[in-house]
Each structure stands twice: as structure tokens, then as C-alpha cells.
């Protein structure tokens, strides 16, 4: 049997700027604690987790031809097959400043480097060429100028004709657009808040929630996650729905936890998991990462504790009533 093999792709990668500043006022002069400067962006921070699982990861996109040295640096380390398209410029900068008195992190994220139809093309013809030996796809993240809203939904369809696994994190005019798509990814992780603004409705209640999940099921997707903060998240497949209720930790950071989430999802379907188990594993990942600066998981033997804290409960869902019932 050959290696599970997953390629991520990410848009518009940022070199993280993260300043933990306890109790900081916005307009004063604050003192901060510490300051960390890595490479992030959404698909950056899911290959950096599956590589440290032992996963066989490529990471591509557009990186900037100015300032590459961090993500180079992060590619090495973890044995990340670096297949980013070089871009003229330099590759965006995103703050995030940490309080860990109110366990709040406030992201201040700058726009991405303009692609042209030309380095779309050729992004495009590196996907097909991986699609030839890679078995899943993580799109992931925001799009930078210069792409449009349904690049996403157009790359999903490309990549499911290839008979590939794809998971799609993202949110705003690309998630809608992805939603309204005929063809869906297999696997969609939005928090709720994304998923209420992508559907263009409320979601008040669980039922509201688990009704949309079964809306993307039945048009194509396979596993529909949404995440809801510390209060844990929804697992909604065909079959069955389970809830994942986190243990509480000390919160160093959250950028990051929704990336670990997807990625333990994506290890989880890499070993053929139940659903139960799948919530365990992604629960455990998001909180490895909360637990530390960076996307880097900690040892096994720490994830293991804290999937073995996590508790998953079975869902019985009830359609709810209609407004105008």
C-alpha cells in the first residue's frame, strides 16, 4: 500500500506577526510580552501539521520572491515538498496581537500579492500535476487580488474529476460561491458564522446548523464540520452526526486551531476513522495548537491525552420548523 499523499494549497500565504500583549487598549501605549514571527496562511499551517503527524505533504500557491526565507526555512524542517510558484514582491504581512489575560487574539491582515492570468494558468497545470499521485487536496485560506470568487469552486471540480479527496477551508464570497457550486468539495470545515454569512441566512439553533450541514451533504460533500469555538464542533456525515466537546486548556494562542482542526480530519481520513474518532483526532489537533506558539503539533503522546479528554456525543437531529408554519 503507498503512502497517503496530500497537497495544500494556499492563495495567499502571510508571514505571521504575533505579539502577545496582555490587556492591551487599543489607542495607548501597551507593553507586550513576547513577539513570534513565522510562516502562516492557512494551507501553510495545515502542511506543517500533517508533517508533523508523518503525513507525505506538498505545499503550493504563490509566495512572494522577496522575502521566501521563513517558509523555505518551515519546509525544511518538517519535509514539506515546497511547490509554491514564485511570485514578484514580497509576501504579505499579517499581525496578530495575543491577550492571553482575555484569551482574545486580534488579526490585522494586510491584502496578498496580485496574481495575473498568467501565474493562474500555471498554478493550474501544477495541480493537474499533482492530482497524479497525490491522494487528497486541502484549498484553504483567503484569495489575494487577481483571483476571482470561484477559482475555489472551479479547482474543486477539477480536482473531484481527478478522483481526488478535497477539503476546503475558507469563507466569504469564496465560500458562497463554493456552496452555490454543482460540484462540492468532499470535506468543509467553516465555523459558524462563515457558514450562516456563506448560506445567507441565520443559523440560530444546533437544528438550524445540522439542517444546512444535511443541505451540502445532499448536494455531494461527505463530511461537513463546523466549528464552534471552545463550545467544541458539529461532525455531520450521511450516516450519523456527532458533537466534539473539548477539555478546557491554558490558551497560549488560537491562530492556528481551526487549520489543526482540518488537518486531523484529513490524517483521520488517512487511516480510514469512524466519526467518533475523526472528532477525537481533530479535537486533539486544535488543541495541540492552542496550547503553543506556531503551527507545530505536540508530541503524540500529548495528543493522545487530549483526544482521550475529548468528549463526543451522538446528535439526533429534528428538522426545524419553518417560520411561516
Partial sequence: MTAFRVATLTLNPALDLTVRADGWRRGEVNLGQSLHLGAGGKGVNVASFLADWGL?????????????????????????????????????????????????????NLPGLAATPELLAELEARLDALAADHDAFVLAGSVPPGVGADFYARTVARLRAAGRFVALDTSGAALQTALRADVLPNLLKPNIHELSAA??????????????????????????TVSQGERGALLVSRDETVRAVPPRVAVVS???????????????????LSLADAARRATAFSLGAITRLGAHLPPR???DAFAARVVVETVNWREPMRQDA
Fill in 254 to 272: 488560537t491562530v492556528g486551531a481551526g487549520d489543526a482542526m482540518v488537518s486531523g480530519l484529513v490524517c483521520a481520513r488517512a487511516e480510514g
Fill in 199 to 224: 448560506l445567507g441566512r441565520p443559523l440560530p439553533g444546533e437544528d438550524d446548523v445540522l439542517a444546512a450541514a444535511r443541505e451540502l451533504l445532499a448536494r455531494g460533500a461527505e463530511l461537513v
Fill in 301 to 303: 503522546a500529548e495528543l
Fill in 56 to 108: 507525505r505533504v506538498t505545499a503550493t500557491g504563490f509566495l512572494g520572491d522577496e522575502n521566501p526565507g521563513q517558509f523555505e526555512a518551515l519546509f525544511r524542517q518538517k519535509g514539506v515538498q515546497d511547490a509554491f510558484l514564485r511570485v514578484p514582491g514580497p509576501t504579505r504581512v499579517g499581525v496578530k496581537i495575543v491577550d492571553g489575560a482575555a484569551q482574545e487574539t486580534t488579526d490585522i
